[in-house]
Every structure is written in C-alpha cells, then in structure tokens.
C-alpha cells in the first residue's frame, strides 16, 4: 500500500476533513500572498520617502553646478577646476596657501604663522600642503571648515588642533588658536 492510496482512502472516508484541509491550503495561499503585496508596498514607499530625502540632499548640495534662479539668495554656485592651479608647484602651492588665507580672513580670523610644503609625504602624488596658524571665534570655525572643503579646488582638512586661550575655556565668543593643515592636488602642467 503506497502513501498516496492511503491519504485517497482517508479524504474519501472523511469528506469533512478534505474540505477543510482545501480550505486552510486557500487561505494560507491567499495570506502569503497578501503579506507579499503589503510588503512589496512598503518597500515601494520606503523607496519614495528615499527618493524625496534624497532629492532634498540635492538641494542643499553647494557643490552641484547649477544656476540660480533670480533671488535666490543664499545660494552659492560652485564653480572651477577641482585641482589646484598653477604652472608650476610653486605656484600652485602660492594659490593654495591665497585659498586657506583668504578664506580664514572672510570669517574674522587672524593669521599668526604659515607654511607651505612642497615636498611632504603625498608630494609624489601631487599634492600641496599648506599649515597655517591663526585665531579665530569659536563660532566661525565650522564656518571656515566647510567653506574649506565644500568649495573649489577640492582641499583636504589633514589635520587640526584648535586651543582656547588660558583662563577663557569657558566664554562664549572667545577666540581659538588654531593650527590647520590643509591639503590639495596639482595636476602639473598641461
């Protein structure tokens, strides 16, 4: 007697049960597929809630080349060669360094010291790096880090120590001493 001719015996013997069992098979098909469509939905607004944060992300971005509408205000168009410029190292380091310099002076800060080096430890890949010394309020230097490394030519912040000055760790509005080493690469000439 083979397994099928028993189960055949038994759901002919009981009618009741076979019905039953058809219709917890149904029902279960039809869960399954249920759960799948709900599921298949949520990824797909998941996906637009995705797609719209996203699209908000490409907004704000300072670094998309496109023009801005009339008024637009605050909107700031980033233009330019990603690499430094310049004929020779020198001055491409002398840019970099106008770069740095210029951007620490537009938010109030103070230059004590600077350096530019030439031959550091990435010079073979072309890169420029420049340390420079300087003061400058609390309140500007997240200011100054971005305008630094969301601008052109594309900067690198390596390294920085920022220091409050003895006795105004605490107030508010006081100046940082802060040392920034900030890096770029030259393509060379053309």
């Given amino acids: ?81 990603p690499f430094l410029e310049g004929p020779t190292v020198t001055v491409a380091g002398a840019s970099l360094m106008e770069r740095v310099v210029g951007a620490i002076a537009r938010f109030g800060g103070t230059i ?16 420029i790096a420049v340390s420079v010394s300087c003061e400058i309020e609390q309140e500007s230097l997240q200011k100054l880090l971005y305008d630094l490394e969301a601008g052109m030519p594309f900067l690198f912040v390596d390294q920085m120590v920022a220091q409050t000055p003895e006795g105004a760790a605490s107030a508010v509005g006081s100046r940082l001493h802060l040392l920034i080493s900030v890096s770029g690469q030259w393509q060379g000439t053309k």
């Fill in 1 to 81: 007697m083979t397994t099928n001719s028993l189960i055949d015996r038994l759901l002919a013997r009981y009618p009741g049960a076979a019905a039953a069992l058809y219709v917890v098979a149904v029902v279960g098909l039809v869960a399954v597929s249920a759960l799948s469509i709900l599921d298949v939905l949520q990824r797909r607004q998941d996906v637009g809630a995705t797609a719209d944060t996203l699209a908000l992300l490409e907004a704000r971005n300072p670094l998309r080349q496109r023009a801005a509408p009339a008024g637009a205000g605050d909107v700031a168009v980033v233009t330019g060669s």
């Fill in 112 to 127: 004590l010291s600077s350096q530019v080096d030439l031959q550091g430890t990435e010079a073979k890949d072309g890169f």
